[in-house]
T-cell receptor, first 113, second 119 residues
């Protein structure tokens, strides 16, 4: 299994809603990443988890709250988002944070109304 | 800080022809890795090819090959015998060798090149 899965595929939420994005991998990877990507732009790193510990937070606003309950699962909790937060949210994983290759999931397309 | 520059926002190629996508980077590190990722319109990012900076030999994966010029800090991607399925946005990316263990595999991406393949 060389797949990173993300749910939901699409999400529409209001600015007062609370929602969560989910990312799962069963490759035994111990590093997991959240990226935000605007249309026709490169991904921007948001968070890195290494061995279930938050290792990098790229100064992301607190309305985004990551969680890594176990080595296979990564969540991104969303609360009080702004319309400018509408984007594609990509999850990726890597064997370890020092390993070469990151495997990306298909992403969740988020629209904030 | 490292930077990655892709100077070609868009490129096009005829099916079966060869196209080269450019990438330059800036770093003061001696140990690093370079990647080309492909993101088709379906949006899943896929690794195309990787190059370790310490390796002099250019990486090759089937129809994809790179021209890695370390002194010039250049890392171009050549796609031979282009196919319709090669149409995508291509990102060049840099990762530190991270001897200090602080970058946690962080990728620095270029702005991307949209490749169109004409039948």
């Amino acid at each position: 299994d060389t797949e990173v899965t993300q749910t939901p595929k699409h999400l529409v939420m209001g600015m007062t809603n609370k929602k969560s994005l989910k990312c799962e991998q069963h490759m035994g990877h111990r590093a997991m990443y959240w990226y935000k990507q605007k249309a026709k732009k490169p991904p921007e790193l948001m968070f890195v988890y290494s061995y279930e510990k938050l290792s990098i937070n790229e100064s992301v606003p607190s309305r985004f709250s990551p969680e890594c309950p176990n080595s296979s699962l990564l969540n991104l909790h969303l609360h009080a988002l702004q319309p400018e937060d509408s984007a594609l949210y990509l999850c990726a994983s890597s064997k370890t944070s020092t390993y070469n290759e990151q495997f990306f999931g298909p992403g969740t397309r988020l629209t904030v109304l | 800080a490292q930077t990655v520059t892709q100077s070609q926002p868009e490129m096009s190629v005829q099916e079966a022809e060869t196209v080269t996508l450019s990438c330059t980077y800036d770093t003061s590190e001696s140990d690093y890795y370079l990647f080309w990722y492909k993101q088709p319109p379906s949006r899943q990012m896929i690794l195309v090819i990787r190059q370790e900076a310490y390796k002099q030999q250019n990486a090759t994966e089937n129809r994809f090959s790179v021209n890695f010029q370390k002194a010039a800090k250049s890392f171009s991607l050549k796609i031979s015998d282009s196919q319709l399925g090669d149409a995508a946005m291509y990102f060049c990316a840099y990762r530190s060798g991270d001897a200090g263990g602080t970058s946690y595999g962080k990728l620095t991406f270029g702005q991307g090149t949209i490749l169109t393949v004409h039948p």
